[in-house]
C-alpha cells in the first residue's frame, strides 16, 4: 500500500454529491441495515466489528448514533475505550479488547480501539518505537484471528479538518447538549495534531491486512451514508438467511 498523507486527503463531501439525495439514500441503508442485522442475529454464524478510530471530535459518537439507530438493541454493542484500568494495565494490550470481540450474531462497535495502544502512548512517548512495531505485528494477527472466526472487521478512519474539529471542541463549551463531553485536555491534545497525523499514517500502512476505510467527517450527512453503505455492503456479501424449521 502507498503511503497515505492525510494533509492531502480530503475531509469533505466531494461538491458533486447531492445533499438531500444523499441524506435519502443513508434512510434507506438504515432501514436495509436493520433488516441484515436482525437475519444475522437469527442465523448466527456471522458477527460484525465495526471500528471508529480517529482524532477528537471527529464524529464517532455521531456515526453510533445515526447509523445504527434503526437497529434492534439485543443484537448490537458499543464499547468506548477508555484510558486502561489497573488491572488491565497488567495484561498484556489487546486482553481487554478481546473481551469485547463480538459474538456470532451480534454487531459490535468500538470507540476507539486497539488502535490507542500505537497512537496515544506513541505520541506521548509512554512506549518505544520498537514497542510501537511489535504492536502493529500483533493487531494484525488479532484482526486474522477475528476475521477466521467469521467476524467481519470494518475499520473506519473518521478523517476531520483541523478547522472543523476546533469548531466542534467549541460546541463542547458552548452548546447545552454538547457540554457533557467537554474535556479541557482536548485543547492541550489538539496541539499535538501533526504527530497524531503521523502516527495515523503509519497505522494505516502497517495495519492494512485488514483494510482501512477513510472516511472524510467533516459533513456529517456524508460520513453516515459512507458508512452506512459499506456495512450494508458486506453484510449482503454474507449470504445470510434466516434459520427454518426442518420438516
Known amino acids: 500500500m502507498a503511503k497515505i498523507i492525510l ?6 463531501a466531494p461538491e458533486k454529491i447531492d445533499k438531500s439525495e444523499t441524506k435519502q439514500e443513508t434512510e434507506n441503508l438504515l432501514k436495509e441495515l436493520a433488516e441484515l442485522q ?6 448466527r454464524k456471522h ?6 478510530q480517529g482524532m477528537d471530535a471527529s464524529g464517532k459518537d ?6 445504527f439507530k434503526a437497529i434492534n438493541p439485543a443484537g448490537i454493542n458499543v464499547y468506548s475505550f477508555k484510558k486502561p484500568t489497573e488491572l488491565e494495565m497488567a495484561h498484556d494490550f489487546l486482553w481487554r479488547v478481546h473481551q469485547q470481540a463480538p459474538q456470532k450474531g451480534y454487531i459490535q462497535i468500538f470507540n476507539r480501539s486497539h488502535y490507542e495502544d500505537v497512537l496515544i502512548q506513541r505520541v506521548h512517548k509512554w512506549i518505544d518505537q520498537d514497542t510501537v512495531k511489535r504492536r502493529f505485528e500483533h493487531i494484525n494477527h488479532f484482526e486474522k484471528i477475528l476475521e477466521s472466526n467469521s467476524t467481519v472487521v470494518l475499520k473506519f478512519f473518521m478523517h476531520v479538518s483541523p478547522e472543523k474539529q476546533l469548531e466542534r471542541l467549541e460546541e463542547r463549551r458552548t452548546k447545552v447538549d454538547e457540554m457533557f463531553k467537554y474535556n479541557p485536555n482536548d485543547m492541550e491534545e489538539r496541539k499535538l495534531w501533526s504527530d497524531y ?11 492494512n491486512q485488514v483494510p482501512w476505510e477513510i472516511i472524510p ?4 450527512w456524508y460520513k453516515e451514508y459512507l458508512i452506512a453503505k459499506k ?3 458486506v453484510m449482503k456479501g454474507l449470504k445470510m438467511k434466516y434459520p427454518t424449521i426442518e420438516k
Do not use: F
Request: aromatic share 4%.
Open 38 to 43: 436482525k437475519v444475522m442475529y437469527a442465523e
Open 62 to 67: 455521531g456515526v453510533i448514533r445515526e447509523v
Open 47 to 52: 458477527s460484525l466489528l465495526v471500528i471508529l
Open 231 to 233: 456495512c450494508v455492503e
Open 217 to 220: 467527517t467533516d459533513n456529517n
Open 7 to 12: 494533509s492531502k486527503v480530503s475531509t469533505k
Open 197 to 207: 497525523e503521523k502516527a495515523y499514517e503509519d497505522v494505516l500502512e502497517e495495519c
